[in-house]
């Protein structure tokens, strides 16, 4: 059994490396960024596919990951687990039908109701104390499957039809052209001092040195690790303000 995941705020992080933990101690759950990744993912024949809805869609960055190592799949056992801030409709549902395609078995899908995001937008925010008790949830229902897949008994979040015409009538409908591609939007203010963190930490090598300040790239795929990251507050995407900085590390109670 093996977890491949990408996280930006360390929710996907923490949900997986959870459920892996109990279901197997010896597996281990690796980020897809990771070099090895495509290596260890042949080595498998159980794999939990983990990411955060964007848009009821799977990252783009998932996306391509999927398809660039589209034989790899081929007659894999592969649970899709979805995190997400409020809703998703089909967030596992998408990633399962185009591992379907290049010939995996979906044996089910979880969705995960974790803390929100997008730090620089002020929907869906909310307090710590309030955040802390959504991880409490997750954790709990994480549990609770953990223990039904250890019986070979799978959640089948987001797979049935209708869970993909409610994520295509509330969201990709409307918003599907801002996940189709990886993203140039990202904007970096004056307040970057050039420390760097950001260009270590970006999955995507999306974010560069230049005179002593940050440069973006076009190929953001909307994780808010930097974002969510940066000392200085510098960067923001969607919004233009860095209103809080969400990390599963800031609610997580110690
Ligand atoms: C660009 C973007 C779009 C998002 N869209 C959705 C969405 O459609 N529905 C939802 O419930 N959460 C949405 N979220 C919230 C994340 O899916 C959620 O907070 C997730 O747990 C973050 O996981 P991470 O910390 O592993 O990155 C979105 C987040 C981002 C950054
Ligand atoms: S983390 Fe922030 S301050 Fe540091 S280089 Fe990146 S944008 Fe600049
Ligand atoms: S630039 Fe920032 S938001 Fe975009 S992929 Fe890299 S770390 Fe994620």
């Not at 090895?36 to 998932?62: C, G, R, T, W």
Request: aromatic share 8%.
């Amino acid at each position: 059994m093996l977890g491949i995941y990408l996280s930006g705020t360390g929710n996907t992080k923490h949900c997986i490396e959870k459920l892996i933990h109990l279901l197997d101690e010896t597996a281990q759950a690796i980020p897809i960024e990771r070099e090895d990744a495509v290596n260890e993912l042949s080595k498998h024949d159980f794999i939990i596919l983990a990411y955060p809805v964007q848009f009821s869609n799977a990252p783009i960055m998932v996306r391509d990951f999927i398809k660039q190592h589209s034989v790899l799949w081929k007659e894999k056992k592969v649970l899709c687990v979805a995190t997400m801030g409020l809703f998703s409709g089909d967030g596992a549902g998408c990633s399962s039908r185009l591992l379907k395609k290049y010939g995996a078995k979906v044996v089910g899908g979880l969705h995960i109701h974790m803390p929100d995001s997008v730090c620089d937008v002020k929907l869906l925010k909310k307090s710590i104390e309030k955040n802390q008790e959504i991880i409490k949830v997750a954790d709990k229902k994480i549990e609770k499957w953990a223990e039904k897949i250890k019986c070979s008994k799978y959640p089948k979040d987001g797979l049935y039809f209708y869970n993909r015409v409610a994520g295509f009538i509330c969201q990709r409908f409307w918003c599907y052209r801002k996940t189709k591609d990886y993203s140039d939007k990202l904007k970096i203010n004056h307040n970057c001092t050039g420390c760097g963190l950001c260009v270590r930490l970006c999955p995507m090598e999306n974010l560069g040195l230049q005179n002593g300040r940050t440069t973006a790239g076009n190929r953001c795929t909307m994780c808010y690790r930097c974002i969510s990251s940066c000392p200085k507050q510098a960067i923001t995407l969607l919004g233009n303000a860095v209103i809080e900085q969400c990390r599963y590390d800031r609610y997580a109670k110690k």
